[in-house]
């Protein structure tokens, strides 16, 4: 076994968590890599977001969505959550681009449905077939990822089945945990899509640089970017959790160097609402494989 995919895989042992990893250096002559079940398929959880995005940036691209143009939500009927719009009690109103600034800032759900209802699954379908993402695919938005959830555990409300789904004395089996039914992708297609979006291949460069902005601004410190905690590094990234899946992918960004875009994906032996351990894991499963693509040894 390679020593740095054995580190890998120690650390998410000990985290009590299943995991699949792939890191790659962007925009270098042979680029070296590292993989850990890097082309297995694994639930994406709220990185589907991320695909979203670049589909409605390409809409932008076509212009057959204004960004600018005005979008009125009442928060009463969308989707809940515990950030962003999914969390306001009035009607507010924003534009194309803002509601996408918090729904990956902020990784808010009412944005993220909001933005899919008007983009549409098929037109996140074909941006994937045309980027040459084939093992991809969105089947919902987080709506829908909770009315499964409220139909597989015979729940009253998604409250209810997010409170069963957390409850470690039974085992659950949801269709949200299943690759094959639910949104899902592979670690090594993201960190692709991320090396499109660094490259300006993924949309127009005007839109891919709006799209690495939004990435750079999430607000979540704990996963990768902790695995990172000193100046002169730059970590842009989206996260996606639901029960006992906790996922990122992000670029790391030091001065002088060559980006590393690197994914993390895993399944933890309990579906507590928070798991710092595991959370720490993917931060030093980050740092093993980007410190090793970096130097060359760890």
Same mark, same amino acid.
């Given at each position: 076994?390679?020593?740095?995919?054995?580190?890998?895989?120690?650390?998410?042992?000990?985290?009590?968590?299943?995991?699949?990893?792939?890191?790659?250096?962007?925009?270098?002559?042979?680029?070296?890599?590292?993989?850990?079940?890097?082309?297995?398929?694994?639930?994406?959880?709220?990185?589907?977001?991320?695909?979203?995005?670049?589909?409605?940036?390409?809409?932008?691209?076509?212009?057959?969505?204004?960004?600018?143009?005005?979008?009125?939500?009442?928060?009463?009927?969308?989707?809940?959550?515990?950030?962003?719009?999914?969390?306001?009690?009035?009607?507010?109103?924003?534009?194309?681009?803002?509601?996408?600034?918090?729904?990956? +800032?902020?990784?808010?759900?009412?944005?993220?449905?909001?933005?899919?209802?008007?983009?549409?699954?098929?037109?996140?379908? *074909?941006?994937?077939?045309?980027?040459?993402?084939?093992?991809?695919?969105?089947?919902? +938005?987080?709506?829908?990822?909770?009315?499964?959830?409220?139909?597989?555990?015979?729940?009253?409300? *998604? $409250?209810?089945?997010?409170?069963?789904?957390?409850?470690?004395?039974?085992?659950?089996?949801?269709?949200?945990?299943?690759?094959?039914?639910?949104?899902?992708?592979?670690?090594?297609?993201?960190?692709?899509?991320?090396?499109? %979006?660094?490259?300006?291949?993924?949309?127009?460069?005007?839109?891919?640089?709006? %799209?690495?902005?939004?990435?750079?601004?999430?607000?979540?410190?704990?996963?990768?970017?902790? +695995?990172?905690?000193?100046?002169?590094?730059?970590?842009?990234?989206?996260?996606?959790?639901?029960?006992?899946?906790?996922?990122?992918?992000?670029?790391?960004?030091?001065?002088?160097?060559?980006?590393? $875009?690197?994914?993390?994906?895993?399944?933890? $032996?309990?579906?507590?609402? *928070?798991?710092?351990?595991?959370?720490?894991?993917?931060?030093?499963?980050?740092? %093993?494989?980007?410190?090793?693509?970096?130097?060359?040894?760890?």
């Amino acid at each position: 076994m390679n020593p740095v995919t054995g580190r890998i895989r120690e650390v998410l042992a000990d985290a009590g968590a299943e995991g699949w990893v792939h890191a790659v250096q962007l925009g270098a002559a042979n680029s070296r890599e590292i993989g850990v079940g890097a082309d297995e398929l694994v639930v994406t959880a709220s990185v589907y977001k991320l695909p979203l995005l670049v589909a409605l940036c390409r809409a932008f691209d076509a212009g057959s969505l204004d960004p600018r143009a005005a979008v009125r939500i009442d928060p009463a009927s969308g989707t809940r959550g515990p950030t962003g719009l999914s969390t306001f009690l009035d009607p507010v109103t924003l534009s194309w681009r803002d509601l996408a600034a918090s729904m990956i +800032g902020v990784s808010d759900n009412t944005a993220a449905d909001v933005i899919l209802a008007e983009v549409g699954l098929d037109a996140v379908a *074909a941006t994937l077939a045309d980027l040459g993402l084939s093992q991809t695919r969105v089947v919902g +938005g987080t709506a829908d990822s909770h009315a499964s959830l409220v139909r597989d555990l015979g729940a009253a409300s *998604a $409250a209810e089945a997010f409170a069963l789904l957390a409850d470690n004395d039974e085992v659950r089996t949801v269709s949200a945990y299943a690759p094959a039914l639910a949104s899902a992708t592979t670690p090594r297609e993201m960190t692709r899509l991320l090396g499109l %979006i660094w490259a300006d291949a993924a949309a127009s460069p005007a839109q891919c640089a709006f %799209i690495r902005r939004l990435l750079g601004n999430q607000v979540w410190l704990h996963r990768i970017r902790a +695995g990172f905690p000193f100046r002169g590094v730059r970590v842009a990234g989206k996260t996606g959790t639901i029960g006992a899946v906790r996922n990122e992918v992000s670029v790391v960004e030091f001065d002088g160097e060559a980006p590393v $875009a690197v994914a993390v994906f895993t399944f933890a $032996a309990r579906a507590d609402a *928070a798991l710092p351990t595991v959370d720490a894991a993917i931060a030093e499963c980050a740092r %093993i494989a980007v410190t090793d693509l970096r130097s060359g040894r760890l």
